[in-house]
Structures are given as structure tokens and as C-alpha cells.
């Protein structure tokens, strides 16, 4: 018998070792554009899963953006039943009208018809094709956005999605070895022209920024931008946790958090805190900033008397005293 191809090995390794984490029975789903790194995620799940004693469904979604999306998405979707899915599905989103960027519209749509493709099929998990190059991306891009620890921590292998665990086997992959085991098992990927358009930043980053750094600096640079996002990750989890045990401890008697315990703490246990609390009052996560943060931060440690702070989502927070407590905007 000849010898499997070390990258498809590689690749139904990942797959497996996501597989056997999964506690609770049912099928799973396979988000696949077509492309080469999900297409060889879809590949590898269907040869995994069913040794697993799972059935694996496949979910194609078709942003209509670019002409010819829906025959693509068909495409997609025959390959899946003709290998052995024991579902496939194309699932039609609307774009257009969604706040953000295209980018982050389409990204949006696409979760949310992964999570109800995920209910209706009670698939256990979810499963994407992010490998070591998008988090060497995502890291590169969190770095130059200022986005603090949080965005170096990168895209975590496990994550929830309304409810189903959305899980990224291939995150110690590379792009190089999803290419290659598509060639070795005789699939054609598409090539996403959004993902050579220049207009788009991570596109630059791919095309431009990371080959740039790989000559200057070595072949190294992808690998350990990946386990820099895995280190931070570990230690954004154990200051998280101080800063939960933190929150508990600063909550006033009389409602808000006392200020004599905040000023006790660390600041980067004090930041966690001030953001917890303002997601639990009600602030938009997507629009708190680390600068609302500060102005938070400013009202504990430098506070003279000043007004209250305003946090997206119609948040107000006041000092008085040795309290900060939410107020009504009104
Ligand atoms: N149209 C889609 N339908 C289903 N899943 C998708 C679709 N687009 C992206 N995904 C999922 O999200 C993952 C990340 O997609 P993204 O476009 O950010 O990266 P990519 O590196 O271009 O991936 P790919 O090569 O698989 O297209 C994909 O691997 C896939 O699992």
C-alpha cells in the first residue's frame, strides 16, 4: 500500500484530534467555500468522522457578491454529496444593508447561517479551515491595530457559536500543506478574488507584509506569530480569571464597584475588570474600546471631580464618592 501524503496525514491528524474532544454524539459541520484550505478540511473530516463513528454534513454558504456564486456554491455542494457527506447544503445569505465593511458584513451573515445551518442539522460542532497562515494574519493585523492583547491572541481553536462549539482543526496548518493535499487527492480549489484584492488589508497583508517579513527575518515568522497568539491566549485566560474573582471582590454594597478595591488592583487586572463590568452593564462589545477603558480606568486612579463617562450601547458611568455606578443617559 502506498504511503499517505504527509500533508493529508497531517491534516486528518488535526481533524481527528478535534473530533475526539467532542463529548456529546451527533454529526458535524463542515463550513467549506471551496477554497483550498476548507476544501482540504472537508476532505479530511469525511475520511475522519465516519471512522469516529460521526456522520459529517457539509454547508457551502453563497454571499452572492460575485457573479456566478451560486454555481460555485453547487459546485461545492456536489463535490461533498459525490465524497460521502451525508448532507450537503447551500445556504443563500443577504449581504447588502448589514452595518461594517463588506468584509465584516459577509463574515457576519456567514456565521449566523453556519449557526442555524448547525441547529437544523443538530450538528455537535462546526468546524472552519482557519490555519497557521490566517492566525499569522490575524496577529500581524492585531499588532498593527493596536488591538492589545486580546487581538494577539489570535483566533482561538475552540470558540462558541450560539451555542455549538465552532472549532478550527487546522490552526497548526499551514496554507502550503492544504494546497498540497488538495493536489495530492486531485481536488481544484477555487481561488477567492477577494482574497488578491488589494483593497482589503488582510489581503496585503497576505500578498505583501508576511512574504516580506518571511525574506527578511526567515521561514520561521509564520510558525512563531502562531505561537505568540497561543502564548497570549494562555495568559489573557489566567488574567481573565483573576479579573473575574477581582469583579466579584469590587462590587459595592450599594450597587457598581467600589473604588478603594479597584485602586488595589493591578492594571492590567483593573482594565479586565472595568471591561467586564461595562459589557455586564450593557456597553456594545463590538464598539468599547481600549480608550473607553481608559476613561473608565481615568475615573478610579485620576479622578478630580470630572463628569461621567460615556460607553457605546447608551451606557453612562459615574463616580461618586468611592463608587463608580451606572447612571441613566437620559
Ligand atoms: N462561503 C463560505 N461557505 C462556507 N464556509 C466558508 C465560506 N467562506 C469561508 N468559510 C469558512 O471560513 C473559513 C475561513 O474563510 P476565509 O475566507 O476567511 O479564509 P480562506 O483562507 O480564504 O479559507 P478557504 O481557503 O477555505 O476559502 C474557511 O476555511 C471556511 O471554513
Known amino acids: 500500500m502506498a504511503a499517505l501524503a504527509p ?10 484530534r478535534a473530533l475526539t474532544g467532542l463529548s456529546s454524539d451527533g454529526p458535524v459541520l463542515v463550513a467549506c467555500s471551496g477554497g483550498a484550505d476548507s476544501l482540504a478540511l472537508a476532505a479530511a473530516t469525511v475520511f475522519v468522522a465516519p471512522r469516529l463513528g460521526r456522520s459529517a454534513v457539509l454547508v457551502t454558504v453563497d454571499h452572492g457578491l460575485q457573479d456566478g456564486s451560486t454555481e460555485r456554491a453547487e459546485t461545492v455542494a456536489a463535490w461533498g454529496r459525490e465524497v460521502g457527506f451525508s448532507s450537503t447544503t447551500v445556504v443563500p445569505v443577504k449581504v447588502a444593508g448589514r452595518p461594517g465593511g ?11 447561517a453556519l449557526a442555524e445551518a448547525a441547529r437544523q442539522q443538530k450538528a455537535v460542532a462546526v468546524l472552519t479551515g482557519h490555519t497557521r497562515d490566517d492566525q499569522a494574519e490575524t496577529v500581524l493585523l492585531a499588532l498593527a491595530r493596536g488591538a492589545g492583547p486580546r487581538g494577539l491572541a489570535g483566533m482561538p481553536a475552540r470558540r462558541e457559536l450560539d451555542g455549538v462549539p465552532l472549532l478550527r482543526p487546522l490552526l497548526e496548518i499551514s496554507r502550503d500543506q492544504t494546497r498540497a493535499a488538495c493536489a495530492v487527492l486531485g481536488l481544484s480549489p477555487w481561488q477567492d478574488p477577494h482574497n488578491a484584492d488589494p483593497s482589503y488589508a488582510r489581503s496585503r497583508v497576505r500578498a505583501d507584509l508576511l512574504p516580506a517579513l518571511v525574506r527578511a527575518l526567515g521561514p520561521g515568522v509564520v510558525d512563531n506569530l502562531a505561537r505568540t497568539a497561543r502564548m497570549v491566549a494562555a495568559d489573557n485566560a489566567a488574567l481573565d480569571e483573576l479579573a473575574e474573582t477581582a469583579l466579584a471582590a469590587a462590587r459595592h454594597p450599594a450597587g ?18 472595568l471591561h467586564f463590568w461595562a459589557r455586564e452593564l ?35 458611568v459615574l463616580r461618586r464618592a468611592d463608587r463608580l455606578s451606572p447612571v441613566d443617559p437620559g
Open 102 to 112: 463588506p468584509e465584516a458584513a459577509a463574515r457576519e451573515a456567514r456565521y449566523e
Open 282 to 316: 450593557g456597553a456594545l462589545p463590538g464598539a468599547l474600546s481600549h480608550r473607553h477603558v481608559a476613561a473608565l480606568d481615568a475615573l478610579v486612579t485620576d479622578w478630580d471631580g470630572q463628569g461621567p463617562t460615556d460607553l457605546p450601547g447608551g451606557v453612562r
Open 7 to 16: 500533508p493529508v496525514a497531517a491534516i486528518r491528524v488535526a481533524v481527528r
Open 256 to 273: 457598581g464597584l467600589s473604588v478603594p478595591e479597584l485602586v488595589g488592583l493591578v492594571p492590567a487586572v483593573r482594565g479586565r475588570v
